[in-house]
């Protein structure tokens, strides 16, 4: 995207306000706030501006409308939209059949949320993309650098290297480019992105934004159904401000997810068969388990699933094969691709 561009799109910093009349300090309070551009002020409600301590209700209609005069008109043509979507990169997993099921790899101004049992790859397809980021265009890549919310611990410096040198990467400089937090509560793990959305205003070369995983903290610091409805408020505006930071930067969101054993089907089998002894349900429900696998599910609710533009399931295979399924995307069909995991990350299975 050339800088002319940029500007129209209203990426530019907050601080282009303060030659239009807006004074130093309320543009520190929205950086404070982790509003960075001038897209940035616009997506946000005036309920929300309110909130920011110091801002009156004039200063924040003088705000609206300042931006307002500032961004280009909201109604564009499919034309001029397919055209700001020539912008969008797509970066490899390591896996050729996994890159044709997504059309080209993880895009760029997208969340995509991977989620599966343990030991199916999620966290190595992060190691992966940690260096496959870094890659030219032209193999792959997206010549950016990457950002990493690490919320279990999971995040390996060695493996990182392991992956630089499958691609011939310079191990140190691969590490270099990637900045990694470890977040230990989910209202550190929202304050973090206040952070990012700072230094993706001072630094443009980030291309990759990865959260592993997204609702390990919040179900750490939420429990119970009495908390449910103020953990899924919290988790909705952390996901909205990474569609923000998605389309502000042009920077792919990566979501690690967990899964739960799916109650419903055990439900609705009891449910149907209240006159069947008990033995017999069991019976029934080991067999299917046996023959269609376990019914797993994502955790987060419709939350997180509507949030994700795609999202993707892995479940292991035979050997050493894993399987991912394409569940939901805007550009392609539901879809499976088998990959396996090595020292150098996801890679083809041979």
């Known amino acids: 995207m050339s800088d002319e561009e940029e500007v129209l ?27 960075v551009t001038i897209l940035g002020v616009a997506q946000t409600t005036r309920r929300h501006l309110l909130k920011i301590k110091g801002l009156s209700e004039a ?33 490899t997993t390591g896996s050729e059949s996994v890159d044709a ?89 929202c304050d973090l992105l206040v952070e990012l959305a700072v230094r993706f205003v001072e630094d443009r070369t980030y291309k990759l934004l990865i959260v592993d995983s997204i609702m390990n903290l919040f179900r750490q610091d939420y429990s119970g159904r009495g908390e449910l409805s103020e953990r899924q408020q919290k988790l909705n505006q952390f996901l909205a401000r990474l569609q923000k930071l998605a389309e502000e930067f042009n920077v792919a969101v990566i979501l690690t997810n967990q899964v739960q054993a799916d109650p419903g089907v055990s439900f609705q089998m009891t449910h149907y068969c209240k006159g069947v002894t008990i033995q017999l349900i069991s019976l ?31 479940r292991k295979g035979r050997g050493d094969e894993r399987i991912a399924r394409l569940q939901d995307s805007p550009d392609m069909p ?13 890679e083809d299975s041979s």
């Open 284 to 314: 029934y429900l080991q067999a299917t388990a046996m023959f269609a696998g376990p019914s797993m599910k994502a955790v987060g609710g419709h939350i997180l699933a509507h949030a994700s533009a795609v999202r993707i399931q892995l």
């Open 59 to 91: 200063k924040v209609e003088k705000l609206k409308e300042t931006v307002a005069k500032m961004l280009p008109p909201p109604f564009l043509t499919g034309t001029e939209i397919a055209d700001r979507r020539q912008n969008v990169i797509y970066i």
């Open 9 to 35: 799109g209203g990426f530019e910093s907050v601080d282009e306000l303060q030659s239009h009349g807006i004074n130093v300090q309320d543009i520190s309070k929205l950086k404070a706030a982790g509003i």
């Open 101 to 189: 099921m997504l059309g080209g790899g993880i895009p760029t101004q997208s969340i995509t949320e991977i989620f599966g049992e343990y030991r199916t790859g999620k966290t190595q397809l992060c190691h992966t993309l940690c260096v496959s980021t870094q890659l030219p265009e032209n193999q792959g890549g997206a010549s950016g650098k990457v950002a990493y919310i690490d919320t279990e611990g999971t995040f390996r410096p060695d493996r990182v290297k392991a992956v630089a040198d499958r691609y011939g990467v310079d191990a140190a400089m691969a590490l270099d480019n990637v900045l990694c937090a470890r977040a230990w509560s989910s209202e550190q793990q």
């Open 334 to 346: 539901e879809a499976e691709a088998t990959y396996v995991l090595k020292s150098g990350g996801w």
